[in-house]
């Protein structure tokens, strides 16, 4: 094993590991020899354009223990929890058994263990992770430390509920995760990021792998609420025939957040939807970054994303549509429309589309303004305050992202939410 | 008892002065006309009126119920009992009829210190004004003019009338862009709205909508300024003879 520049950024960030346990095993070990090679990325790196991460890695941080931590339960009260799903808690990454529960006993729903891949699970781990290429693709493959596994059987319908509370200061916390949809089988995850009230400045780097078979779907809405910490998130998802992606993300309310949502269409006649809101106050930095390659024909895609950026706040969408030369009459879309609520946020949208086949249908839209000022007057003159105007715009622009979640209470959640985020 | 007094109203936008010098007094019960060709001032008196504030005020006051209206932001312009029927509705995706309705009957509730009213009396009102203007309650649950056709957006101004009770409606060229079906309608429910404590200012350019609308007053705006006024028929010799003797007589 080679050894680190001590000038290197992520000298630091990896000194905290122990390598000899590391060397243990081998797919965790190819990915640190990976690592050794692969900068951390910075902005001159078309991705990261916009993102900084050399801060991050530059502070310091600890890893988990092995007990459930104690904490405020309260927090899990707040949340639109279904009791009859299945549901896993993880405290600073700890899976907390006693909070967490299986209804049913046909699925696999565990947390993450390296034994139970090797068993079961093989021909799927580790596939999608690119560890040649992507840093913290290849810092989770080594690291991960949490996370779970989930294994939905052919024709079953599933509803899982996944949350991850973070209670100490400068935790790294790299949860891995895969998914497995079998055949016509449908999941259902909701995904919760939260802190306990106070604590700041932890890191978290999930990675997950979605395998969907032929005419499976998976339905996974992402809520991340994480006050003074960071999130890079990176989810893998490879669609076979048939099968359909339909992901919300609600990230705000975070000091950093980083998605990654990458999808790999290898089949005909997939569906997938990425909707996502984003709304940055203070000097919050919320990247929303997707991919969908589009590799064989009739398939649909549509992407949109609705960010409003206060404060001094900065918002990122980037999303990027490759369509294949042999992937005719695909229907790609792609709205992301975003507003300035103050004249020192920035937002920067980059949409993308790459087409090398010539029987497609695509398009993007992307437009960055202030709210309507002929709305607000609209709502004024009929007598409601231009704060009470200004919050009904707001929310009902967000709220335009939420429509095709499968889930009432979530929704309404949500939506709630944002309304009492945009004071 | 006065509702509105213009007193040498002068506006500008842009430094342009788009109003010279209006003076205009309304009364309760009284329906006023305001006709005029095209770039006379007819929608700049209005929009001043209502509060947008893309036009400076350069000279003149306007009082509405003995309160100066300068003073007042939209919102309270609104509470205060005045409404404005816009020319061009504005269309407001993910925001319902319902919830825009509710939330603006319950703030101006508030502005006048009363307690928000029920679920089931707002219903009940929402109901009853939608028959006014012979309006499918299905359309509450759409958004806010959003998709709707031109006739619809105008009968939705309409009802959003009856619903807040103005003291003083501004039908700001309600009838353009109507059918005649659908200037019967809309003609018929501002009627039933009237009342001898409440009244209506029509703006418009066509003498069409005043068989429907029967007003007391009928002013003529030209070149910023009221240039003649008369009674009902004044607006049959206007339809008659047109604005051009208007324009050369001035």
Request: proline share 3%; net charge negative; glycine share 4%.
């Amino acid at each position: 094993m080679e050894t680190l520049e001590k000038n290197d950024i992520k000298s630091q960030f990896l000194d905290l590991f122990s390598t000899e346990d590391i060397s243990k095993n081998p797919v965790r070990y190819k990915a640190l020899e990976h690592l050794m090679h692969i900068p951390a990325p910075t902005t001159k790196d078309e991705f990261w354009r916009y993102t900084r991460v050399n801060k991050l890695l530059k502070k310091n941080y600890q890893l988990p223990g092995y007990e459930v931590a104690e904490f405020d339960q309260s927090i899990l009260k707040k949340l639109p929890l279904n009791n009859e799903e299945s549901t896993l808690v993880f405290v600073n990454g700890v899976f907390a058994k006693d909070y967490s529960k299986i209804v049913n006993a046909s699925i696999d729903l565990i947390p993450f263990s390296d034994a139970l891949v090797e068993q079961k699970y093989q021909s799927f781990y580790n596939k999608l992770a690119n560890n040649q290429k992507r840093f913290f693709d290849a810092v989770n493959t080594a690291f991960h430390n949490s996370g779970y596994i989930l294994g939905v059987p052919t024709l079953s319908n599933e509803k899982v509920q996944i949350i991850q509370i973070i209670t100490n200061d400068n935790l790294l916390l790299i949860p891995r995760n895969l998914i497995l949809a079998d055949t016509g089988a449908k999941i259902t995850i909701k995904e919760f990021f939260i802190n306990q009230s106070g604590v700041e400045n932890a890191l978290i780097n999930q990675l997950s792998e979605i395998v969907l078979m032929p005419n499976s779907t998976c339905n996974y809405y992402k809520y991340q609420n994480l006050s003074n910490n960071a999130l890079i998130d990176t989810t893998h998802i490879l669609q076979n025939q048939d099968s359909a992606y339909n992901t919300h993300l609600a990230s705000y309310n975070t000091a950093f957040i980083r998605n990654n949502t990458l999808v790999q269409s290898s089949g005909e006649n997939t569906t997938t939807t990425v909707n996502g809101a984003t709304l940055t106050k203070e000097n919050e930095h919320i990247d929303q970054h997707i991919f969908i390659d589009h590799q064989q024909p009739n398939c649909y895609s549509n992407q949109l994303f609705r960010t409003i950026a206060d404060d001094k706040s900065t918002a990122v969408f980037n999303g990027k549509v490759m369509v294949r030369q042999d992937a005719q009459k695909i229907n790609a879309f792609q709205s992301n429309a975003n507003i300035l609520l103050s004249d020192f946020a920035n937002i920067y949208a980059k949409p993308e589309l790459e087409i090398y086949a010539d029987d497609v249908k695509c398009s993007h839209g992307s437009s960055t303004g202030q709210l309507d000022e002929e709305a607000l007057f609209y709502l004024r003159a009929r007598g409601i305050k231009e704060k009470t105007a200004q919050k009904m715009l707001i929310s009902a622009f967000l709220n335009d992202t939420i429509d095709n979640i499968e889930d009432d209470t979530y929704t309404a959640f949500i939506s709630q939410e944002i309304e009492q985020l945009i004071q | 008892m006065k509702l509105l007094e213009v007193k040498n109203l002068h506006a500008a936008i842009d430094g342009n002065e788009i109003l010279k010098g209006i003076n205009l007094t309304v009364n309760e019960g009284e329906v006023h006309a305001i006709m005029g060709p095209n770039g006379s001032g007819k929608s700049t008196l209005s929009a001043v009126l209502a509060g947008k504030d893309d036009y400076e005020i350069t000279e003149g006051e306007v009082l509405f119920k003995g309160k100066n209206l300068f003073d007042l932001e939209p919102e309270e312009r609104a509470a205060e009992g005045l409404f404005l029927a816009f020319q061009y509705p504005v269309e407001i995706p993910g925001v319902s009829n319902m919830n825009f309705l509710k939330t603006a009957v319950n703030e101006i509730r508030e502005y006048k210190g009363l307690e928000p009213l029920s679920a089931k009396d707002f219903i009940k009102l929402i109901k009853e004004k939608a028959k006014l203007v012979e309006l499918d309650p299905k359309f509450l649950q759409r958004a806010v003019n959003e998709g709707f056709s031109g006739g619809e957006k105008k009968r939705n101004e309409i009802f959003q009338m009856a619903v807040l009770d103005p003291k003083l409606a501004i039908l700001d060229e309600t009838d353009s862009g109507l059918d005649i079906d659908a200037l019967r309608i809309v003609a018929n429910g501002v009627n039933k709205l009237r009342r001898p404590d409440n009244a209506t200012i029509v703006i418009t350019h066509y003498q069409r909508l005043l068989d429907y609308i029967v007003p007391d007053i009928v002013h003529v705006l030209y070149n910023g300024k009221i240039v003649k006024t008369g009674d009902k028929n004044f607006a049959m010799e206007l339809e008659e003879k047109g604005y051009d003797w208007i324009k050369e007589s001035v």
